[in-house]
Protein backbone atom coordinates (compact mmCIF):
# COMPACT_ATOMS: atom_id res chain seq x y z
CA UNK A 1 0.00 0.00 0.00
CA UNK A 2 1.37 2.88 -0.47
CA UNK A 3 2.86 5.86 1.93
CA UNK A 4 1.12 8.82 -0.08
CA UNK A 5 -1.66 9.72 2.26
CA UNK A 6 -3.78 11.29 -1.34
CA UNK A 7 -3.67 8.02 -2.65
CA UNK A 8 -6.57 7.18 0.18
CA UNK A 9 -7.55 10.95 -0.80
CA UNK A 10 -7.90 10.14 -4.93
CA UNK A 11 -9.35 6.39 -4.36
CA UNK A 12 -12.32 8.28 -2.07
CA UNK A 13 -13.63 9.84 -5.07
CA UNK A 14 -13.57 7.13 -7.89
CA UNK A 15 -15.30 5.02 -4.85
CA UNK A 16 -18.16 7.46 -4.48
CA UNK A 17 -18.66 7.37 -8.49
CA UNK A 18 -18.63 3.87 -8.23
CA UNK A 19 -21.07 3.61 -5.02
CA UNK A 20 -23.45 5.92 -7.11
CA UNK A 21 -23.99 3.59 -9.56
CA UNK A 22 -26.26 2.32 -7.11
CA UNK A 23 -28.27 5.45 -6.64
CA UNK A 24 -32.08 5.18 -7.82
CA UNK A 25 -32.87 6.62 -10.88
CA UNK A 26 -36.10 8.78 -10.19
CA UNK A 27 -38.34 7.07 -7.93
CA UNK A 28 -37.31 9.74 -5.09
CA UNK A 29 -39.44 11.36 -2.34
CA UNK A 30 -40.07 14.66 -4.06
CA UNK A 31 -38.99 18.36 -1.83
CA UNK A 32 -41.19 20.73 -0.98
CA UNK A 33 -42.17 23.30 -3.82
CA UNK A 34 -43.19 27.28 -2.90
CA UNK A 35 -46.34 27.61 -3.94
CA UNK A 36 -45.57 30.75 -6.48
CA UNK A 37 -48.58 33.33 -7.92
CA UNK A 38 -49.72 32.96 -11.28
CA UNK A 39 -48.13 36.40 -11.12
CA UNK A 40 -44.84 35.84 -9.84
CA UNK A 41 -41.99 37.03 -12.10
CA UNK A 42 -40.76 34.74 -14.81
CA UNK A 43 -37.40 33.30 -15.50
CA UNK A 44 -36.93 31.28 -18.66
CA UNK A 45 -34.25 28.64 -18.69
CA UNK A 46 -33.83 27.84 -22.96
CA UNK A 47 -32.53 24.27 -22.92
CA UNK A 48 -30.76 22.99 -25.64
CA UNK A 49 -31.36 19.51 -24.84
CA UNK A 50 -33.06 17.76 -21.86
CA UNK A 51 -30.83 17.63 -18.93
CA UNK A 52 -29.41 21.13 -19.34
CA UNK A 53 -32.17 22.52 -16.77
CA UNK A 54 -30.74 20.40 -14.38
CA UNK A 55 -26.97 20.85 -15.21
CA UNK A 56 -26.70 24.33 -14.94
CA UNK A 57 -29.32 24.86 -12.26
CA UNK A 58 -27.92 26.00 -9.67
CA UNK A 59 -29.03 29.64 -9.70
CA UNK A 60 -32.47 28.74 -11.07
CA UNK A 61 -33.54 26.86 -8.22
CA UNK A 62 -32.09 29.54 -5.86
CA UNK A 63 -34.39 32.27 -7.49
CA UNK A 64 -37.20 29.75 -7.34
CA UNK A 65 -36.81 28.31 -3.95
CA UNK A 66 -35.51 32.32 -2.37
CA UNK A 67 -37.32 34.78 -4.51
CA UNK A 68 -40.62 33.31 -5.49
CA UNK A 69 -39.73 33.36 -9.26
CA UNK A 70 -41.54 30.79 -11.53
CA UNK A 71 -38.91 28.93 -13.54
CA UNK A 72 -39.98 27.75 -16.57
CA UNK A 73 -37.68 25.45 -18.62
CA UNK A 74 -38.22 25.62 -22.82
CA UNK A 75 -37.23 22.50 -24.27
CA UNK A 76 -35.72 24.31 -27.67
CA UNK A 77 -34.73 20.44 -28.96
CA UNK A 78 -35.14 16.99 -28.09
CA UNK A 79 -32.23 15.88 -29.24
CA UNK A 80 -31.21 14.73 -32.57
CA UNK A 81 -32.09 11.11 -31.92
CA UNK A 82 -35.91 10.33 -33.31
CA UNK A 83 -36.39 7.69 -31.30
CA UNK A 84 -35.09 9.32 -28.38
CA UNK A 85 -37.31 12.19 -28.55
CA UNK A 86 -40.49 11.28 -27.00
CA UNK A 87 -39.04 9.52 -24.30
CA UNK A 88 -36.52 12.14 -23.66
CA UNK A 89 -39.64 14.09 -23.59
CA UNK A 90 -40.96 12.06 -20.87
CA UNK A 91 -38.16 11.88 -19.05
CA UNK A 92 -38.09 15.75 -18.87
CA UNK A 93 -41.60 16.48 -17.71
CA UNK A 94 -40.67 14.33 -14.75
CA UNK A 95 -37.65 15.53 -13.98
CA UNK A 96 -39.19 19.20 -14.32
CA UNK A 97 -42.18 18.21 -12.58
CA UNK A 98 -40.14 16.73 -9.20
CA UNK A 99 -37.82 19.76 -9.22
CA UNK A 100 -40.80 22.40 -9.62
CA UNK A 101 -40.05 23.61 -12.63
CA UNK A 102 -42.75 24.30 -15.62
CA UNK A 103 -41.91 23.07 -18.59
CA UNK A 104 -42.92 24.42 -22.28
CA UNK A 105 -42.36 22.90 -25.71
CA UNK A 106 -41.54 24.48 -28.84
CA UNK A 107 -42.75 21.86 -30.81
CA UNK A 108 -43.92 18.11 -30.58
CA UNK A 109 -40.39 16.88 -31.49
CA UNK A 110 -38.39 20.00 -30.33
CA UNK A 111 -37.41 22.03 -32.72
CA UNK A 112 -34.79 20.64 -35.21
CA UNK A 113 -31.64 21.13 -36.84
CA UNK A 114 -30.76 24.19 -33.99
CA UNK A 115 -27.46 25.08 -35.17
CA UNK A 116 -25.05 27.64 -36.37
CA UNK A 117 -24.80 25.76 -39.90
CA UNK A 118 -28.64 25.91 -40.07
CA UNK A 119 -28.53 29.44 -39.27
CA UNK A 120 -26.32 30.74 -42.27
CA UNK A 121 -27.29 28.15 -44.97
CA UNK A 122 -31.40 27.48 -43.97
CA UNK A 123 -32.56 31.11 -44.11
CA UNK A 124 -36.54 29.77 -43.66
CA UNK A 125 -36.24 27.48 -41.57
CA UNK A 126 -34.37 29.65 -39.10
CA UNK A 127 -36.64 32.24 -39.52
CA UNK A 128 -39.84 29.99 -38.86
CA UNK A 129 -37.45 28.75 -35.76
CA UNK A 130 -36.92 32.53 -34.55
CA UNK A 131 -40.31 33.13 -34.70
CA UNK A 132 -41.59 30.10 -32.31
CA UNK A 133 -39.22 31.76 -29.59
CA UNK A 134 -39.75 35.14 -30.04
CA UNK A 135 -43.73 34.42 -29.29
CA UNK A 136 -42.51 32.35 -26.23
CA UNK A 137 -40.47 35.82 -25.37
CA UNK A 138 -43.34 37.89 -25.88
CA UNK A 139 -46.15 35.95 -24.40
CA UNK A 140 -44.02 35.15 -21.14
CA UNK A 141 -42.20 38.64 -20.25
CA UNK A 142 -39.48 37.01 -18.73
CA UNK A 143 -37.57 39.21 -15.72
CA UNK A 144 -34.80 37.29 -16.75
CA UNK A 145 -33.65 34.29 -19.63
CA UNK A 146 -31.15 31.50 -19.59
CA UNK A 147 -28.95 30.50 -22.58
CA UNK A 148 -25.68 29.08 -23.52
CA UNK A 149 -22.67 31.25 -23.71
CA UNK A 150 -21.54 32.25 -27.44
CA UNK A 151 -18.55 29.67 -27.59
CA UNK A 152 -20.09 26.16 -25.17
CA UNK A 153 -18.77 24.46 -27.81
CA UNK A 154 -21.61 21.78 -28.46
CA UNK A 155 -23.33 22.75 -32.30
CA UNK A 156 -27.07 22.65 -30.46
CA UNK A 157 -25.59 24.92 -27.67
CA UNK A 158 -24.33 27.26 -29.70
CA UNK A 159 -27.51 27.65 -32.26
CA UNK A 160 -29.66 28.08 -29.51
CA UNK A 161 -27.48 30.95 -27.92
CA UNK A 162 -27.92 32.39 -31.81
CA UNK A 163 -31.45 31.70 -32.02
CA UNK A 164 -32.41 33.08 -28.83
CA UNK A 165 -30.59 36.70 -29.85
CA UNK A 166 -32.15 36.13 -33.23
CA UNK A 167 -35.01 36.28 -31.55
CA UNK A 168 -34.74 38.86 -28.82
CA UNK A 169 -33.38 40.86 -31.57
CA UNK A 170 -36.98 40.42 -33.48
CA UNK A 171 -38.97 42.19 -30.48
CA UNK A 172 -39.70 45.91 -29.63
CA UNK A 173 -36.67 48.05 -28.44
CA UNK A 174 -38.88 48.24 -25.43
CA UNK A 175 -38.53 44.84 -24.45
CA UNK A 176 -35.94 43.97 -21.81
CA UNK A 177 -34.93 41.34 -19.34
CA UNK A 178 -31.74 39.91 -17.54
CA UNK A 179 -29.96 37.67 -19.86
CA UNK A 180 -27.68 35.15 -18.01
CA UNK A 181 -25.41 32.93 -19.70
CA UNK A 182 -24.46 29.47 -18.51
CA UNK A 183 -21.66 26.94 -19.38
CA UNK A 184 -21.43 23.05 -19.62
CA UNK A 185 -19.36 21.99 -22.80
CA UNK A 186 -17.12 24.58 -23.06
CA UNK A 187 -15.99 27.47 -20.42
CA UNK A 188 -16.42 31.04 -20.05
CA UNK A 189 -13.92 33.49 -20.82
CA UNK A 190 -15.02 36.21 -18.90
CA UNK A 191 -18.16 35.26 -15.91
CA UNK A 192 -19.16 37.72 -13.86
CA UNK A 193 -21.13 35.73 -10.95
CA UNK A 194 -20.18 32.70 -9.19
CA UNK A 195 -23.44 31.45 -7.53
CA UNK A 196 -23.20 29.07 -4.73
CA UNK A 197 -25.36 25.88 -4.03
CA UNK A 198 -26.22 24.26 -0.73
CA UNK A 199 -25.96 20.50 -0.22
CA UNK A 200 -29.46 20.37 -0.62
CA UNK A 201 -29.61 21.96 -3.38
CA UNK A 202 -26.87 20.08 -5.24
CA UNK A 203 -28.75 16.94 -4.06
CA UNK A 204 -32.05 17.38 -5.39
CA UNK A 205 -30.51 18.90 -8.61
CA UNK A 206 -28.92 15.57 -9.05
CA UNK A 207 -32.30 14.34 -8.22
CA UNK A 208 -33.64 15.65 -10.39
CA UNK A 209 -31.25 14.87 -13.39
CA UNK A 210 -31.42 11.16 -12.59
CA UNK A 211 -34.69 11.06 -14.22
CA UNK A 212 -33.06 11.58 -17.55
CA UNK A 213 -32.51 7.99 -17.10
CA UNK A 214 -31.73 6.95 -20.72
CA UNK A 215 -29.14 9.52 -21.10
CA UNK A 216 -27.09 8.88 -17.31
CA UNK A 217 -27.57 5.35 -17.98
CA UNK A 218 -25.46 5.56 -21.25
CA UNK A 219 -23.31 7.94 -19.29
CA UNK A 220 -23.17 8.59 -15.79
CA UNK A 221 -22.49 12.16 -15.87
CA UNK A 222 -24.95 12.86 -12.84
CA UNK A 223 -22.66 11.31 -10.43
CA UNK A 224 -19.72 13.42 -11.80
CA UNK A 225 -21.31 16.65 -11.58
CA UNK A 226 -20.63 17.59 -7.70
CA UNK A 227 -16.81 17.51 -9.08
CA UNK A 228 -17.52 20.46 -11.20
CA UNK A 229 -19.72 22.08 -9.29
CA UNK A 230 -16.88 22.05 -6.73
CA UNK A 231 -13.92 22.52 -9.20
CA UNK A 232 -15.69 25.90 -10.41
CA UNK A 233 -14.78 27.23 -6.96
CA UNK A 234 -11.68 26.97 -7.83
CA UNK A 235 -12.25 28.58 -11.34
CA UNK A 236 -14.74 31.48 -10.08
CA UNK A 237 -12.29 32.37 -7.35
CA UNK A 238 -10.00 33.85 -10.44
CA UNK A 239 -12.17 34.27 -13.13
CA UNK A 240 -15.04 35.91 -11.03
CA UNK A 241 -13.02 37.40 -8.19
CA UNK A 242 -9.87 38.14 -9.89
CA UNK A 243 -6.65 37.03 -10.49
CA UNK A 244 -4.57 36.33 -7.76
CA UNK A 245 -8.14 36.36 -5.63
CA UNK A 246 -9.05 33.88 -2.31
CA UNK A 247 -10.86 31.09 -2.78
CA UNK A 248 -14.23 31.75 -1.01
CA UNK A 249 -15.61 29.46 1.60
CA UNK A 250 -18.37 27.49 -1.29
CA UNK A 251 -18.58 23.50 -1.63
CA UNK A 252 -20.61 24.15 -4.59
CA UNK A 253 -20.44 26.61 -7.22
CA UNK A 254 -21.78 27.22 -10.66
CA UNK A 255 -20.59 30.32 -13.08
CA UNK A 256 -23.00 32.70 -15.40
CA UNK A 257 -22.53 36.17 -17.21
CA UNK A 258 -25.02 38.17 -16.49
CA UNK A 259 -25.80 41.00 -18.89
CA UNK A 260 -29.07 43.66 -19.75
CA UNK A 261 -30.89 43.21 -22.77
CA UNK A 262 -32.32 46.29 -24.09
CA UNK A 263 -33.23 48.74 -26.54
CA UNK A 264 -32.31 45.84 -28.85
CA UNK A 265 -28.76 45.10 -27.51
CA UNK A 266 -26.64 43.92 -24.78
CA UNK A 267 -25.50 45.91 -22.01
CA UNK A 268 -23.06 45.19 -18.61
CA UNK A 269 -24.69 44.63 -15.82
CA UNK A 270 -22.10 45.80 -13.77
CA UNK A 271 -18.44 46.16 -13.64
CA UNK A 272 -15.97 43.51 -11.87
CA UNK A 273 -17.43 39.85 -10.63
CA UNK A 274 -19.82 38.72 -8.46
CA UNK A 275 -20.04 36.58 -5.66
CA UNK A 276 -23.50 34.88 -4.39
CA UNK A 277 -23.34 32.64 -1.26
CA UNK A 278 -26.21 30.68 0.06
CA UNK A 279 -26.42 33.01 3.08
CA UNK A 280 -27.43 35.95 0.37
CA UNK A 281 -30.48 36.60 -1.39
CA UNK A 282 -30.58 36.47 -5.17
CA UNK A 283 -32.90 39.73 -4.76
CA UNK A 284 -29.57 40.78 -3.71
CA UNK A 285 -27.94 40.68 -6.90
CA UNK A 286 -30.77 41.22 -9.20
CA UNK A 287 -33.14 43.62 -7.39
CA UNK A 288 -31.08 46.24 -8.79
CA UNK A 289 -31.46 45.19 -12.68
CA UNK A 290 -35.46 44.95 -12.50
Not at 77 to 91: A, F, Y
Request: glycine content about 8%.
Amino acid sequence: MSDNPYRAYASSFRKLVESGVNLPLGGIPKPPVPDLTSDAPVSLIFSPHPDDECIIGGLPLRLMRETGVRVVNVAVTLGSSKERQQPRLVELKDACEWIGFELQETAPDGLERITPSTRENEPDHWRKAVQTIAQILAGRTPQSIFIPHDADWNGTHLGVHLLVLDALASLPPDFSTILVENEFWGQMQSPNLMVESSETDVADLLAALSHHVGEVQRNPYHLRMPAWLQDNVRLGAELVGGQGGDAPDFDFATLYRVSIWKDNGLHDAWQGGRQLPSSMNPDSVFNALK
